[in-house]
């Protein structure tokens, strides 16, 4: 299965030429050449998403147990109508009061989400979770709380697992160590494949020249295997779709 996971970037009006209003067929364009079975978007706030869901038709959101705000900025989850049934989805926030909506704690700029469903694929009796969060842009020790949490939480449940979203930090830094390394047990699917060094970036200001980190990630869980990674560089007449460009990922669930 394909899966993606994809900074939308917000419909931030003082963005001109780069708003949202300018590129959203091109986000759809992205997404429908790519066809991934599963997508995480960060940054989608409500106008965004029901656009992304009246123009790919073949996907549905995750959004049942949702409770709606026209003010939120939401990671979501999308996936293929018919490959997919969803067992369970729920979602929390990142904070000392998980349930309490739009709440926040540790100096987190804006309010933090995970989002998930316990999905089983057409023909298989396996199931997995799929996690999609957006972690704090100014407060690392609310990244660190958050990732905490996401880690606890899914963990001793005891499937496997699929973890996507914008980290907002770089490889090798606390959340990565919490998530990947000592604490484990998630895999970086980048460095499955890639050797030690060989880093990308998933960030641009719109204009395609890599900046920064590779902040955007899939992780996952065994028995999971890893096929195939790319940070999607797709753009038309020198336009992107977002200031991230999307990364995707191919795994088997092997059973």
């Known amino acids: 299965m394909l899966v993606m996971t994809f900074n939308l970037r917000f419909a931030n009006p003082n963005d001109g030429l780069n708003a949202w209003e300018f590129r959203k067929d091109l986000v759809v364009n992205l997404i429908r050449r790519h066809a991934p079975d599963l997508l995480a978007t960060q940054e989608g706030t409500l106008p965004m998403l029901r656009f992304l869901e009246a123009e790919l038709p073949d996907y549905l959101p995750l959004t049942a147990q949702r409770l709606v705000d026209e003010t939120c900025q939401y990671p979501t989850i999308f996936y293929r109508a018919g490959r997919f049934t969803v067992q369970e989805s729920r979602e929390f926030w990142l904070s000392l009061t998980p349930q309490v909506h739009r709440s926040l704690n ?56 699929i973890l996507g979203g ?19 047990p998630f895999c970086d699917t980048w460095r499955s494949v890639h050797p030690p060094g060989e880093e990308g970036t998933t960030q641009h200001s719109f204009n395609g020249e890599p900046r920064g980190a590779r902040i955007d990630w899939i992780l996952v869980t065994p028995p999971f295997r890893v096929r ?3 940070i999607v560089t797709d753009q038309w007449d020198n336009r992107y779709p977002s200031d991230h460009f999307p ?9």
Do not use: C, K
């Open 247 to 255: 990364y995707e990922v191919e795994v088997d669930l092997l059973i």
């Open 228 to 230: 195939r990674v790319a």
């Open 166 to 184: 914008d980290f907002n930090e770089p490889p090798d830094a606390p959340v990565y160590q919490e998530l990947v390394r000592d604490q484990g």
């Open 106 to 161: 540790w100096g987190s700029a804006f309010p933090r989400m995970a989002t998930y469903g316990l999905f089983r694929e057409a023909g298989s009796t396996e199931t997995f979770y799929f996690i999609n969060t957006h972690l704090d842009h100014v407060s690392p020790e609310a990244r660190l709380q958050g990732a905490r949490m996401i880690r606890d939480f899914f963990i001793p449940l005891g499937r496997p697992l």
